[in-house]
């Protein structure tokens, strides 16, 4: 069964850090490019990073190039989403996946990454306020 498990989100300042952990079960975690999704009130989920884990490679929706660092550790089945300069629109419920792509070179891979299993866990909230 697969299981993803995400933490560290809470309330944060503009300008702000926060570092979200992603814990998985259930499949092979070297197998497969992991990914963070988020989804803000009223909004579709859209996929912000992505990380090939047994190769370390890295891709971001453009938003957060340069602010957000994806790493994972294959030794505890765990990803992570290091946050910095953390904006208002930043905000929403964070969530990890297994990901796949509809298309192999897209020119945004972001647009056309998906969650491989369709199994969510429940996300991680993020509020960035004053």
């Known amino acids: 069964e697969v299981q993803l498990v995400e933490s560290g989100g809470g309330l944060v300042q503009p300008g702000g850090s926060l570092r979200l952990s992603c814990t998985v079960s259930?499949?092979?975690?070297?197998?497969?490019?992991m990914g963070w999704f988020r989804q803000a009130p009223g909004k579709e989920r859209e996929g912000v990073s992505y990380i090939m884990t047994n190769e370390g490679n890295t891709g971001y929706t453009d938003s957060v190039k340069g602010r957000f660092t994806i790493s994972s550790d294959s030794a505890k089945n765990t990803i992570y989403l290091q946050m910095n300069s953390v904006k208002p629109e930043d905000a929403g419920v964070y969530y990890c996946a297994p990901v796949i792509f509809l298309q192999i070179g897209a020119a945004s891979p972001m647009d056309v990454m998906r969650n491989a299993f369709d199994v969510w866990g429940r996300g991680t909230p993020v509020t960035v306020s004053t």
């Open positions: 259930g499949f092979t975690f070297d197998d497969y490019t």
